[in-house]
């Protein structure tokens, strides 16, 4: 069956603080991997796309990685900030219908 | 715009009533897709459009569920006969071209039914 599942379900950090969150998914075929920002109230703000050749893209103080052997991926936050606290959504498109296969999402708190 | 614009923000329904949610995509993109998430667990996807035409229903519950997106009006998205099991924010995105291609999302319709 195709899923996405992420790790931790929930993390509290202080400000400035780094951290990583984690996504394995058993997607096949396998299309990209994309991390989505969800702030409350809000729709899903992309932050990565990667497709199978990629093993790391950065968008400002996100960065992702992405092992396509292992179907494992990870969303590194740098230097963490008040308005980084959100929820952080690993979707995978693939499988036969190519379709989005989302992830319950990692809630992030950053505390001051 | 640059936005996937959602209209309206909240809307309450009696069970029973009908209720009607639109969503004007961004201009130039061929693709709409429409969501449900409850409770902020997983987006569940119902259908979505290349230019008028329905590209994939497989998600829809078509007892009850119907959708539309007509050359230059906003998509809709309608429910018939709302359920309590209906509540849900419902968002709706576009894309350029396609369904393996970046989307961009509306900030969501939440539908509570009472």
């Known amino acids: 069956k195709n899923q996405v599942e992420q790790s931790p379900q929930s993390l509290i950090i202080l400000e400035g603080k780094n951290c990583t969150l984690q996504?394995?998914?058993?997607?096949?075929?396998?299309?990209?991997l994309r991390w989505y920002k969800q702030d409350t109230g809000r729709g899903p703000v992309s932050l990565t796309i990667?497709?199978?050749s990629e093993n790391t893209k950065s968008n400002g103080r996100y960065t992702a990685t992405l092992d396509a052997d292992t179907k494992q991926s990870s969303l590194h936050i740098t230097a963490s900030q008040l308005s980084d606290s959100a929820s952080y959504i690993c979707?995978?498109?693939?499988?036969?219908?190519?379709?989005?296969?989302w992830g319950l999402g990692t809630s992030l708190g950053v505390n001051p | 715009g640059e936005e996937v614009a959602q209209t309206p923000k909240h809307l309450v329904r009696g069970e029973g009533q009908k209720a009607k949610l639109y969503c004007a995509p961004i201009?130039?993109?061929?693709?709409v897709f429409w969501y449900q998430q409850v409770l902020k667990n997983e987006f569940k996807f119902l259908i979505s459009?290349?230019?008028?035409?329905?590209?994939?229903e497989t998600g829809m519950p078509k007892e009850r569920f119907s959708a539309k997106c007509l050359p230059n009006s906003p998509c809709s998205l309608e429910i018939q006969a709302t359920k309590l099991e209906d509540s849900a924010v419902y968002f709706c995105?576009?894309?350029?071209?396609?369904?393996?291609?970046?989307?961009?999302f509306g900030s969501g319709t939440r539908l509570t039914v009472v």
């Open positions: 995105a576009s894309s350029q071209a396609g369904v393996s291609y970046g989307y961009t």
């Open positions: 201009k130039g993109h061929s693709y």
């Open positions: 459009f290349q230019n008028e035409n329905v590209f994939d």
């Open positions: 996504c394995n998914y058993t997607v096949s075929p396998f299309s990209n």
């Open positions: 990667m497709t199978f």
């Open positions: 979707v995978v498109n693939g499988g036969n219908n190519r379709k989005l296969i």
